[in-house]
C-alpha cells in the first residue's frame, strides 16, 4: 500500500522532523518599531490578572519582513509593558501575519494572539513607512525618516506574555484551566537607524488599536534582527478572571456596540 501522507508518523520520522527544525539558520528580519506612551488607565484596563502595569505605560508597535527562504512573511504586533511578579515584558493585544503558517503555529503552541492580516515596511531612500492593517484598515501606520545610524545593541533577552486557552466546547468558559506563557526572546541586531516621524492610529472596530493614544513619541527605528524563542508556562490562571478579556483574541462583533474613542482617526 501507497504511504497514507495522513496516517501515523513513526517515532524516527517524528524526530527527523524535530531535528531539521533545530538546525534552522538564522532568520533575519527587516522591521521598524515604534515606542510610545499612551494613558495609564488604558494599560491597566487591557491586562488580564495576574499581569500588572509597570512603572511607564509604554505601547511598542512591531512590524516586519521575515526573510524566509520561498516564503516572504509580513509579521508585526501591538503590545503593552506588563508585568507578572519581579518579571517585566510585553503583552500583545494583537500580531497580524501575512500566512496561515505562522499564525497557526504560534496560537496553538505559545497562545499568541495571532490573526492574519496585512503587514507593509517600505523604504525609498529615507522615507520609511510601515502599516498593520485588517479588514482594509491600517490601524497602526509609522512614517518619517531615517535621520541616522544608530548603535548596534548587544544581545537581549526579551519576554512576551501569552495567554494559552481552549474555548469550551459547549461555547462558555474553557475546557480545561488556561495557563499564561512566558515567551523568552533572544534578539541579536545587525543594524539599526533612527527614525524621526509620528504614529497614527486609525479606529478600527476590530483591532481598536486607536483606544491607546500617543501621549509621548518614545522612539522609532529601522532595523535588522534575528530571534529564537522558547515558551514555557509560567502558572495556571483564573478560569473566572480571564474569560472577560478572551473577546481580544477574536474580532468580537460586540465591538460595534463600542463608540469610537474621543479623536480617533
Known amino acids: 500500500m501507497a504511504r497514507v501522507r495522513y496516517g501515523a508518523r513513526t517515532d524516527a520520522e517524528a524526530a527527523a522532523a524535530r531535528e531539521r527544525s533545530a538546525k534552522l539558520p538564522d532568520i533575519w528580519s527587516t522591521g521598524v518599531v515604534a515606542v510610545w506612551e499612551t494613558d495609564p488607565d488604558v494599560v491597566a484596563a487591557v491586562l488580564p490578572p495576574p499581569l500588572k502595569p509597570t512603572a511607564r505605560p509604554l505601547v511598542r508597535a512591531n512590524i516586519s519582513k521575515v526573510d524566509l527562504p520561498g516564503y516572504p512573511l509580513g509579521a508585526g504586533s501591538v503590545a503593552v509593558a506588563a508585568a507578572h511578579g519581579d518579571k517585566e515584558g510585553w503583552y500583545p493585544l494583537v500580531m497580524p501575519m501575512t500566512h496561515e503558517r505562522a499564525l497557526v503555529g504560534g496560537r496553538e503552541v505559545f497562545g499568541e494572539p495571532k490573526k492574519l ?129 478572551v473577546h481580544q483574541r477574536y474580532d468580537d462583533p460586540l465591538h460595534i456596540l463600542d463608540g469610537p474613542p474621543e479623536g480617533s482617526v
Do not use: W
Not at 123 to 139: Q, S
Open 117 to 245: 492580516g496585512e503587514v507593509t515596511v517600505e523604504r525609498e531612500g529615507l522615507v520609511v513607512r510601515a502599516a498593520l492593517a485588517r479588514h482594509g484598515i491600517a490601524f497602526v501606520e509609522v512614517r518619517g525618516a531615517v535621520s541616522g545610524p544608530l548603535p548596534l545593541p548587544a544581545p537581549v533577552e526579551k519576554t512576551d506574555f501569552y495567554f494559552k486557552f481552549l474555548p469550551g466546547v459547549d461555547g462558555t468558559g474553557f475546557d480545561a484551566d488556561p495557563v499564561l506563557v512566558h515567551c523568552v526572546r533572544n534578539e541579536k541586531v545587525r543594524k539599526l537607524e533612527r527614525v524621526t516621524g509620528d504614529v497614527i492610529l486609525r479606529e478600527s472596530m476590530y483591532d481598536p488599536i486607536a483606544d491607546l493614544p500617543v501621549r509621548r513619541l518614545v522612539e522609532i527605528t529601522l532595523g535588522e534582527k534575528t530571534t529564537d524563542q522558547k515558551g514555557t508556562v509560567a502558572e495556571r490562571v483564573s478560569a473566572r478572571a480571564l474569560l472577560p478579556y
